[in-house]
Antibody
Framework: QVQLQESGPGLVKPSQTLSLTCTVS??????????WSWIRQPAGKGLEWLGR???????YYNPSLNSRVTISVDTSKNQFSLKLSSVTAADTAVYYC???????????WGQGTLVTVSS | QSALTQPASVSGSPGQSITISCTGT?????????VSWYQQLPGKAPQLMIY???NRPSGVSNRFSGSKSGNTASLTISGLQAEDEADYYC??????????FGGGTKLTVL
C-alpha cells in the first residue's frame, strides 16, 4: 500500500519561501501510472490544487499561483517537494501531498501538515 | 481557473437519499469524464469515493454513486447513515491538464 508523508517547517515568516517534502513509501515514485500533486486547505475552507509533477520532471501548476509555485522530484529518494515563494498570511493552510492516478484523480493522500505564516 | 460550483450544504435524514451537484464548464466537467469525488471527515485527509464520473474504488460502499450531464456532475448517497456526515468535494481534470476542485459541500445527517 502506497503511503505519503509530508515534512517541513510548520512556521514560515512573511515574504519567505515555504518548503515542504513528500516522501512516498510502499511504491515507486517513478511508477508510470502516477503523478504527484500538492493541495492545500486553509482552516475552515475548501481544497485548492497547487500543482502536479511527473517522475520525468514535467510540471503543471495552478495558474493563479503559477509564478510563486515550484514542484520538483527526487526519484533517488522517492520524494517530491513544494516551494512557495513570497508567502503571506493567506498561505497559512494544511498542505497535502497526493498521488494522482493517470493524471485524473487523487488516489493516495498524505495526512497533511499545517504551515502557518507569521512573524 | 475558477473553482467548480457546489452547494455549501445539504442535509437529509437517515435512510434518505441526497444528491450533491458540481457545476463547471466545457473546459473541465463537461469536456472530460474525469470527475472525482472526495469525502473529508473532520481533521482527516480527503478520501476518494468516486472516480471517472461514476466508478467506485474498492472498499467504497455502493450507496455512493456518481453521474454527469453536460457541465454538471452529481454525487448521490442513498440510505443515508450518520457516518456519512462529512464534507464532500468534487474535482475535475481540465483542458490545460490541470485539476480544479469544487468549493465543498457540508453534508448534515439530521
Amino acid at each position: 500500500q502506497v503511503q505519503l508523508q509530508e515534512s517541513g517547517p510548520g512556521l514560515v515568516k512573511p515574504s519567505q519561501t515555504l518548503s515542504l517534502t513528500c516522501t512516498v513509501s510502499g511504491g515507486s515514485i517513478s511508477s508510470g501510472s502516477y503523478s504527484w500533486s500538492w493541495i492545500r486547505q486553509p482552516a475552515g475552507k475548501g481544497l485548492e490544487w497547487l500543482g502536479r509533477i511527473y517522475a520525468s520532471g514535467n510540471t503543471y501548476y495552478n495558474p493563479s499561483l503559477n509564478s510563486r509555485v515550484t514542484i520538483s522530484v527526487d526519484t533517488s529518494k522517492n520524494q517530491f517537494s513544494l516551494k512557495l515563494s513570497s508567502v503571506t498570511a493567506a498561505d497559512t493552510a494544511v498542505y497535502y501531498c497526493a498521488g494522482v492516478l493517470y493524471g485524473r484523480y487523487f488516489d493516495y493522500w498524505g495526512q497533511g501538515t499545517l504551515v502557518t505564516v507569521s512573524s | 481557473q475558477s473553482a467548480l460550483t457546489q452547494p455549501a450544504s445539504v442535509s437529509g435524514s437517515p435512510g434518505q437519499s441526497i444528491t450533491i451537484s458540481c457545476t463547471g464548464t466545457s473546459s473541465d466537467v463537461g469536456g472530460y469524464n474525469y470527475v472525482s469525488w472526495y469525502q473529508q471527515l473532520p481533521g482527516k485527509a480527503p478520501q476518494l469515493m468516486i472516480y471517472d464520473v461514476s466508478n467506485r474504488p474498492s472498499g467504497v460502499s455502493n450507496r455512493f454513486s456518481g453521474s454527469k450531464s453536460g457541465n454538471t456532475a452529481s454525487l448521490t448517497i442513498s440510505g443515508l447513515q450518520a457516518e456519512d456526515e462529512a464534507d464532500y468535494y468534487c474535482s475535475s481534470y481540465t483542458s490545460t491538464s490541470t485539476q480544479v476542485f469544487g468549493g465543498g459541500t457540508k453534508l448534515t445527517v439530521l
